[in-house]
T-cell receptor, first 110, second 113 residues
Framework: QKEVEQNSGPLSVPEGAIASLNCTYS??????FFWYRQYSGKSPELIMS????GDKEDGRFTAQLNKASQYVSLLIRDSQPSDSATYLC??????????FGAGTILRVKS | DVKVTQSSRYLVKRTGEKVFLECVQD?????MFWYRQDPGLGLRLIYF???????EKGDIPEGYSVSREKKERFSLILESASTNQTSMYLC????????????FGEGSWLTVV
């Protein structure tokens, strides 16, 4: 069964620091990768998608993909207390289905 | 903006009841999905559908069925609710194109007592 692994955390960082969230996946053939943010009691919302090896930046967020190592990461620069949430890594498989990791809890302390 | 609407946000049902969870999307998406989310387990796929009247099992279909009679509507049915089906249920939709973004509804919190 295809798996997506994340450290459950919580990951605690001070306000203004860089938060680094990591994810590994088992299916070497995966091509599409997503990071979702989920606040407590809310549904997931898409932050970033990445399809090619390397870095993709969007504002304070950078997604990094290394297909050879089967590794995806999300960097959040200048972390804010409003970034405190659970971050879900998702890998798309056949049929446009997403396989999710269990999520990493991020806490940004002011 | 894409809108995925789950009509029932909070439900309390008794063991053995038949439960319907409704989901409607307004973006003419071909794909629709039902996930459940439990603490420490992340999101797990129950069923999905590529088109009207089509359905495929996900990773945890046992105890559930689905119905898609219209493109915009995808229903999840619990034939006989059990306490282990207490969970948050998330509906999602996307275009058929590979790699396309999946959008989620706000979720339905179901408690079975």
């Amino acid at each position: 069964q295809k798996e997506v692994e994340q450290n459950s955390g919580p990951l605690s960082v001070p306000e203004g620091a860089i938060a680094s969230l990591n994810c590994t996946y088992s299916d070497r053939g995966s091509q599409s990768f997503f990071w979702y943010r989920q606040y407590s009691g809310k549904s997931p919302e898409l932050i970033m998608s990445i399809y090619s090896n390397g870095d993709k930046e969007d504002g304070r967020f950078t997604a990094q993909l290394n297909k050879a190592s089967q590794y995806v990461s999300l960097l959040i620069r200048d972390s804010q207390p409003s970034d405190s949430a659970t971050y879900l890594c998702a890998v798309m498989e056949y049929g446009n289905k997403l396989v999710f990791g269990a999520g990493t809890i991020l806490r940004v302390k002011s | 903006d894409v809108k995925v609407t789950q009509s029932s946000r909070y439900l309390v049902k008794r063991t053995g009841e038949k439960v319907f969870l409704e989901c409607v999307q307004d973006m003419d998406h071909e794909n629709m999905f039902w996930y459940r989310q439990d603490p420490g387990l992340g999101l797990r796929l129950i069923y999905f559908s590529y088109d009207v009247k089509m359905k495929e099992k996900g990773d945890i279909p046992e105890g559930y069925s689905v119905s898609r009679e219209k493109k915009e509507r995808f229903s999840l049915i619990l034939e006989s609710a059990s306490t282990n089906q207490t969970s948050m249920y998330l509906c999602a939709s996307s275009l058929y194109r590979v790699g396309n973004t999946i959008y989620f509804g706000e979720g339905s919190w179901l408690t079975v007592v």
